[in-house]
């Protein structure tokens, strides 16, 4: 069965700084969408990145960038010059059409601190 | 276009009694999800519906039931509600891998 792992159950970072969080996945499958989603203290799900497996090009969105190693089924999320609004449980979640039926597996998330 | 709705957004329960949550979306998809999250354990898939008139059960569908009459519903119903359901519940679409998601209900058990 496909897993999706989150060590960290928290990070801090100071503002203006640079935080990578780490996500790992495990699955038999060769074709998948990996995500990260921010909750912030509202509760509501926001979709802040995605990477379809095929592609060997990193995926970007403005501060946020993905390092995807899928030899290792590595999935991370680095966070560039990290501003206040940042704070929020960041979940890592994965996605096929074989095995998980199209589902979304989640991990079980980091939460992010963001000092001043 | 109000996206992905859920009704009622918080609501207590005493033990044995029977409610249903209701997810609205105007987005006109096909895929329909259920999650529950609860602390440290992230989102975990209750059920979930490939389009109208069919459901199918997901990682912990025990104590739920789900229908899909209209393709823009996707109801929750607890038939005899227990603490262990006590919860904040998460509605979601899609049309293909990104799901779109409501503002969440908070269920307290009692």
């Known amino acids: 069965a496909q897993t999706v792992t989150q060590s960290q159950p928290e990070m801090s970072v100071q503002e203006a700084e640079t935080v990578t969080l780490s996500c790992t996945y495990d699955?038999?499958?060769?074709?998948?969408?990996l995500f990260w989603y921010k909750q912030p203290p509202s509760r509501q799900m926001i979709l802040v990145i995605r990477?379809?497996?095929?592609?060997?090009q990193n995926a970007t969105e403005n501060r946020f960038s993905v390092n995807f190693q899928k030899a290792a089924k590595s999935f991370s999320l680095k966070i560039s010059d990290s501003q206040l609004g940042d704070a929020a449980m960041y979940f890592c979640?994965?996605?096929?059409?074989?095995?998980?039926?199209?589902?979304?597996?989640f991990g079980k998330g980091t939460k992010l601190s963001v000092k001043p | 276009n109000a996206g992905v709705t859920q009704t009622p957004k918080f609501r207590v329960l005493k033990t044995g009694q029977s409610m249903t949550l209701l997810c609205a979306q105007d987005?006109?998809?096909?895929?329909m999800y259920w999650y529950r999250q609860d602390p440290g354990m992230g989102l975990r898939l209750i059920h979930y519906?490939?389009?109208?008139?069919?459901?199918a059960k997901g990682e912990v569908p025990d104590g739920y039931n789900v229908s899909r009459l209209k393709k823009q519903n996707f109801l929750l119903g607890l038939e005899s509600a227990a603490p262990s359901q006590t919860s904040v519940y998460f509605c979601?679409?899609?049309?293909?891998?990104?799901?779109?998601f409501g503002p969440g209900t908070r269920l307290t058990v009692l």
């Open positions: 979640a994965y996605i096929d059409y074989g095995g998980s039926q199209g589902n979304l597996i």
């Open positions: 979601a679409s899609s049309y293909s891998t990104e799901q779109f």
């Open positions: 699955t038999s499958e060769s074709d998948y969408y």
């Open positions: 519906s490939v389009g109208e008139g069919t459901t």
């Open positions: 990477q379809e497996a095929y592609k060997q």
């Open positions: 987005m006109n998809h096909e895929y």
